[in-house]
Every structure is written in C-alpha cells, then in structure tokens.
C-alpha cells in the first residue's frame, strides 16, 4: 500500500472527534442503492462509504451528502482508523459478482475479485459490526476454489463459501442466508440475488415478508418504467441495419406478445387506446388517443387516422424472447440488453404502411422454432399462422388489426434506473455520471433499495422503533 493512496482516504475521512452512537458502513458503495435503503430503514445517513471507483461515489455524494465517502481500494482502508473508536451498528457489503456470476459464462475468473467478501471478515475482527449485511449473486454460494485454467472446480463448490460463512459463526456471529426477489417487495424488476445477515448482538435474523405478489399488493409492472414520449424507430430502412439475432428476437416477441397473445399490451394511460395518426394537436394538446371500447372517430377521406400501438420489453441474449409489459423487467445488468418494441397497428380491411415488409420480415424470422429467436427453414409450415395474407394479425378486443410497422429502442438510463430503484428513482440524482455507459453500468451493478430498506427494517427493529418515537 502506497503513502499516497492511504492518505487519500484518511484526507476524506476529515478525522472528525469520535461521536456516541454506532455508525452505518456501506464497504462497496457503487452509486448507492443499498444506501438509500438503508438510509429509509434506518431513518439517517450512512456514515462512511467505500469504493475505488470516483464516479460511482460522486453518484453517491450527490445522493448522500451528509456521508463521508473514502476513494480507495477496499483493503487500503483500516476499520479501526475509519471508525475512529466509534461502535458499528450496521456493516453492508456487495462485493463484485461478475466473477460469480453464470452470465460470465465458461470464460477464467479472477480468483482477486473472488476474494473480496474476506474483507467482511476483515471488518468483523477489527470493529465487530453488530449486524453485518452481505448482497451477491446466487452464485455465490458455490463460491470455492478455481482450477489451473482459471475456471471453477465444480467438485469443490461451495467449499470457500462454507469455509468463510463458518468464520463468521466462529467470531460469534449468527449466520443466515436466502435468496429474495426484488418484485416481490415493490421493484418493478425481477431481480434476484442472495442476502446474508448475519448478527452478534443477540437478536434473532429475520427475513422481511413479501409485500408483492399472489394474493399481495400486485408486482410493479415493466409499463410502469418506460418514458412512452420517446418514439421508438422504425425497425425497417435503418441506415445500419440491425443484426439478424436481434431482428429474431424481435420478430419472436411480436408473435408471442401481440399476435398469439389473447390480451395484448396496448399503450395508453393505464387502458387500451387507440393512437390518432394523421393529425396533429394544437400547441398546448395532449397528444390525440382515443379509449378502444369507445366508438371510432371520425373516417376521413384522406386516409386511415387511427392506429392501436401494441408494446413488449425485448431482450437481448441467447435463448431469450422477452417478457409482458404487464409483469417486472427482468434483471438489470451493467451493459443492458433491454429494449421497447413496438407493433403499429391499424384496422386489418384498411391497413397500408409497411405491410409487406412487416409479413416478409415474419417470414423470415418467425417460425417452428420462433419463440428462440431461431427462424425457420424456408419450405417448414409457419405456426399458427396459415397463410401469407393473414400473417401480421392482431386481434384486440374482438376486432382484428394488421402490423403495419414495428419499432424498436434501447431502454434509456431514466427508464433502467425506475426498473431498478422503484419508488426510489424520481429523487434520484445520476448527473455525475457524464455517460450514458457510466449510468447504466452504476444501476446495473447496483442494490434494488426497497428490498435493502426491507432487510434492514427486519434486522434493525430498535433503530426503527427510535425514529418512529
């Protein structure tokens, strides 16, 4: 460790006087979403917040001012030095999990990175938090030793994983662990990662009750986060065409979400509508759509003025389709593959635009094996639907629709971060990461806050009960 680097953090520390109460310490801050959280269960600020990385704290400065943020490597810092004599009462930890995680794939991993929890029992010995918090991939249980080429030695999963939980029971430390799904406490995303606690103050662990779900408060849907103002471009006449996989996906996702669902997702506000095409409002009008179950407007001569747009979140990798706008994204991750695709759709017996691009485009893509983003063999019959004619339809509330375009975008980081941190989002202050790479990569790498402040509410009953009095 350098001279430098471990003045660095101490100069952030400020070495202000020792306070009376116990601090809260988040070790791997990131852009802050399990300190938000916290801060809610908890009823005040984090204290201390660790990370190497100064985007991610700058993020989490303009979120947590009242926190003391130490720009270092994890294990630069001395606990007993950035606690100052003061007691710990809650410690988080998220350690990296790309080296955990299945979605790395059968690539080496670095045993460095792997190793990180071990500051965990690091911080134990030193300051003895009275409840520690530990968030990770599923995987990370299988956590055990890598072999000589770099991968995971599957005949000794789990082994470093028992080793270092025993450790912690071995300090006196109770120690448990589970897996929850963020969707199930109020997250619009689908997001599911494994929460440890563990506690030496005597108090039992506890494990917050689902708040969302069968027989709850309905699942936060995917709708709920897309910014529906942003057009989504037409898939057809791009100047750089898309790839063939992505335009599988696609075509594999209009076929499962609008043509063979009996109830597509129709955009609107919160009801199926019709979108007026063809006019335009006046300065200071909301945009013309229209209630299906209402009569039709007004046929004019010049044309077909009305249009149903049908939506889907696609994703972007192997063996996936997508999923209902209806139900949580799934999981967001550091380079995001999401995407709003969107079906335009116009009363089949007067349907023109792009029709016969929209049935070509089906054809080639959509097929037996459709529903993997595989296509079809040219002379294999098409499923479900039996002729070319009829290829593209959509029925909606009885009445039958043709696809006359499809549209297709990336999810913005706005979107992705309303996914991510739920009820959180709208306060939420991203503008110190400069980059739209830099913000989705601090979500995607992030704790869903609501399933954090859930946690730490189970955990920290007498912190909540002090606020609340």
């Known amino acids: 460790m350098s001279q430098a680097s471990l003045w660095d953090w101490r100069d952030e520390l400020d070495l202000e006087p020792p306070g009376s109460g116990g601090l809260i310490v988040d070790l791997f801050a990131g852009g802050g979403g399990a300190s938000a959280g916290i801060e809610e269960a908890m009823g005040r600020p984090i204290d201390i917040a660790i990370n190497h990385d100064p985007v991610a704290l700058a993020v989490h400065r303009a979120n947590h001012p009242n926190t003391k943020h130490l720009t270092a490597d994890i294990w630069e810092v001395q606990p007993e030095e950035a606690c100052q004599g ?67 030695n599957k005949s000794r999963m789990g082994q470093t994983f028992k080793r270092w939980s025993s450790t912690l029971q071995g300090l ?55 910014d529906w103002s942003i057009p989504a471009p037409s898939i057809f006449g791009r100047k750089r065409p898309l790839a063939d996989k992505t335009l599988a996906r696609v075509a594999a996702g209009i ?20 979108i007026q095409t063809g006019w335009g409002e006046r300065e200071g009008q909301r945009p013309r759509y229209l209630d299906i179950h209402e009569p039709l407007g007004t046929l004019m001569a010049g044309g077909v003025k009305h249009a149903l747009v049908s939506a889907f979140l696609a994703k972007h990798f192997g063996g996936v389709v997508g999923n209902d706008m209806r139900k949580p994204t799934s999981t967001i991750t550091a380079k995001d593959h999401h ?106 790498n992030s704790v869903c806050p609501e399933v954090a402040s859930a946690l730490v509410r189970a955990n920290a009953p007498e912190a909540v009960q002090e606020v609340a009095a």
Request: proline share 6%; aromatic share 8%; charged share 25%.
């Open 255 to 274: 076929q499962r979400y609008c043509i063979e669902d009996e109830d597509p997702f129709i955009v609107g506000e919160q009801a199926p509508s019709l």
């Open 172 to 226: 006196g430390y109770s120690v448990d662990w589970r897996v929850l799904d963020a969707s199930e406490y109020g997250t619009p995303t689908k997001r599911k990662r494994l929460f440890l606690v563990a506690r030496c103050d005597g108090g039992r662990i506890e494990w917050p009750s689902k708040t969302h779900g069968k027989d709850l408060e309905p699942v936060a849907s995917a709708a709920s986060c897309i």
């Open 339 to 444: 995407s709003v695709a969107s079906a335009t759709l116009e009363p089949a017996g007067e349907a023109k635009g792009k029709v016969p691009e929209v049935r070509a485009f089906l054809t080639a893509f959509y097929g037996s094996d459709g529903a993997k983003g595989k296509g079809q063999p040219v002379k294999a019959p098409l499923r479900t639907v039996t002729s070319k004619g009829r290829f593209g339809l959509v029925t909606v509330a009885g009445e039958e629709y043709q696809i006359v375009d499809i549209g297709m975008r990336m999810l913005e980081p706005h979107e992705l971060l309303a996914a991510q941190f739920g009820r959180f989002a709208e306060s939420y202050d991203m503008d110190d990461a400069k980059t739209k790479t830099a913000r989705v990569r601090l979500i995607g």
């Open 86 to 152: 003061r007691p710990v009462d809650v410690l988080w930890a998220s350690p990296d999990c790309t080296h955990f995680s299945a979605a790395k794939g059968d690539v080496p991993r670095r045993q460095d990175i792997r190793s990180l929890a071990w500051v965990v029992i690091r911080w134990a010995k030193a300051v003895r938090p009275k409840t520690i918090f530990l968030e990770n991939v599923t995987e990370f249980q299988g956590w055990g030793p890598l072999g000589e080429d770099g991968k995971p």
